[in-house]
């Protein structure tokens, strides 16, 4: 999977989470847009729908649609792979893993590249096992976590859909044969590489677990009547405002490498691995996060405004005072509002939201496919956004941006604001320049490291002479980032606290680091 959205509620009282499930999901929809999947338990009974598309297309509050049940956990999907309308539901989550001595559900956000160190895309072909006497062979082992090679191969050939996700829960399946799911677990986590929350259900008890080095975020809140599980706090805000208001609902992140067991009997703190350093996914607290989440204890868009107003002093101190007058600065929704929020506090420029028109219809471009119902993702963006002439003519722009990675919608959004009227453009970046493609879970494959924008400034000495670099690529009057070193001060993070893999080429993972990072060999 990639960089999906997660929710699990577990009621103590017995009642429905079907509303509260849906409405969880809306609001993790900006997580992915593919597609989307609840799962329920009734009394023994599960019931497992999964929908293309949004949230609001799949799943009504009618009362001919509401699922009964008192747990259930649910998935918001966004792919490393172009949208598709024939995606086949098989890859939808949550995804269903059946065998005799087992039932169980699983979900999953993030990207597992290999188990024992074996990829899980493909499997290398003098270790295949072709003939039948080799599969028979399969068959009739006790499959362990010491045969990882036989174990991968028995599950290829029982796959239903394509996912590392059904791999994963299906080794798990293999190894609870002859133990508990908790102990096949200990097994299997620490040996997967690549990121993971995982959302596992069976007829008792919904298991959420977080991957060792805290890549994918995963938390957890108390209800008055029950338990939740989220990829993001801002689902609890959703709860307590819709069901229990007034209400203090306490949350907290869900440790590296830990897991949470909600049942009957309340709740359990499982480690499944043990956390000897994090790799805090820093791209998160920029763009995939709603900005009223709570991540590692502050809440985002104070995050984002602390960094709007750092890089407005540098901002600040370019300008003449003819240029601040001449000046507005217009956020580009969503990620860039409280980043613009701080860069006006810093420099005194008005912050002028309404100058940049946004259509809620079109939803989050970076998310989708590189082509989406005929129009490619710069399309979109020109389908997106409108500027106001009354607003930007004849004035010097400041466009807030949370990022940019290959710079093609950047292009445009610039050329709009001039075509709207504006004098110039001067674009602010709130996250470091991306270098490195993301083998953890977000869509930065195709092109390679070729197609960044940061990549297309020839040997940059310093953040400075990159700026200028994107400034005449992008055909603007200049382009500010903030730097990492900033970036990870206001995070309150060390870099050896994060997964430095886009804007260092330092991953948390040898294999990565060889196919990928800064001195592999193809760089």
């Not at 017995?14 to 849906?22: A, K, P, Q, S, T």
């Not at 229990?244 to 709740?267: A, C, F």
């Not at 868009?301 to 600065?329: M, N, P, V």
């Not at 040997?459 to 055909?475: C, F, K, S, V, W």
């Amino acid at each position: 999977m990639a960089d999906c959205g997660l929710v699990g509620i577990f009621a103590k009282n017995h009642e429905n989470i079907y509303e509260r499930l849906v409405h969880s999901l809306h609001v993790l929809q900006h997580r992915g847009e593919d597609a989307c999947g609840i799962l329920i338990h009734n009394k023994g009974d599960f019931r497992l729908e999964r929908r293309i598309g949004l949230v609001s297309s799949g799943f009504y509050f009618t009362p001919e649609s509401i699922i009964a049940g008192d747990r259930g956990i649910g998935h918001t999907r966004y792919p490393t792979s172009n949208i598709t309308s024939d995606l086949p539901s098989s890859d939808i989550q949550p995804i269903e893993i059946i065998y005799p001595w087992l039932k169980m559900y699983i979900a999953h956000n993030g990207t597992i590249t290999s188990f024992c160190g074996l990829p899980l895309s493909q499997m290398e072909s003098d270790q295949s096992l072709e003939n039948e006497a080799d599969q028979e062979q399969v068959s009739g082992l006790e499959l362990s976590i010491d045969t990882p090679l036989q174990l991968l191969q028995k599950v290829k050939g029982e796959m239903v859909g394509g996912t590392d996700t059904e791999t994963v829960g299906r080794i798990v399946a293999h190894l609870a044969r002859f133990s508990t799911l908790e102990d096949a677990l200990k097994q299997v986590i620490p040996k997967l590489a690549g990121s993971f929350a995982f959302l596992i259900q069976t007829d008792d008890r919904i298991i959420g677990i977080r991957d060792p080095h805290g890549i994918r975020p995963l938390c957890f809140g108390e209800l008055p009547d029950g338990y939740v599980l989220a990829s993001e706090s801002c689902v609890m805000n959703e709860l307590r405002k819709l069901y229990y208001p007034g209400i203090k609902i306490s949350r907290q992140d869900v440790p590296p490498g830990t897991g949470i067991i909600l049942s009957d009997k309340g709740i359990e703190r499982v480690e499944f691995a043990a956390s000897p350093k994090t790799a805090f996914c820093i791209f998160e607290d920029a763009y995939f996060s709603r900005p009223d989440s709570n991540v590692r204890g502050q809440i985002l868009s104070t995050f984002r405004q602390r960094c709007g107003e750092r890089l407005g002093k540098r901002l600040r101190g370019d300008f003449t005072l003819q240029e601040a007058q001449d000046s507005i600065i217009v956020p580009i929704p969503d990620g860039g509002i409280p980043f613009g929020v701080g860069l006006s506090r810093s420099t005194g420029i008005p912050l002028m939201s309404h100058g940049l028109i946004r259509d809620k219809y079109t939803g989050r471009t970076f998310i989708r496919g590189q082509q989406t119902y005929g129009l490619d993702r710069s399309a979109l963006v020109m389908r997106k956004i409108s500027f106001l002439h009354d607003v930007i003519e004849d004035k010097i722009v400041i466009l807030a941006d949370d990022s940019i990675i290959r710079g093609s919608t950047s292009r445009r959004v610039s050329a709009m604001a001039i075509a709207s009227g504006a004098r110039d453009v001067i674009f602010c970046f709130n996250f470091p320049p991306v270098r490195y493609i993301c083998p953890l879970g977000i869509e930065m494959f195709k092109g390679g490291r070729d197609q960044f924008i940061a990549n297309k400034v020839a040997h940059p000495a310093n953040l400075q002479e990159l700026e200028r670099g994107i400034a005449t690529i992008l055909g603007v009057k200049a382009a500010y980032y903030t730097s990492l070193a900033e970036y990870l001060e206001e995070l309150d993070l060390t870099p050896d606290q994060a997964c430095l893999g886009c804007t260092a080429g330092i991953y948390p993972f040898d294999e990565q680091n060889q196919l990928y990072g800064k001195n592999a060999q193809y760089n």
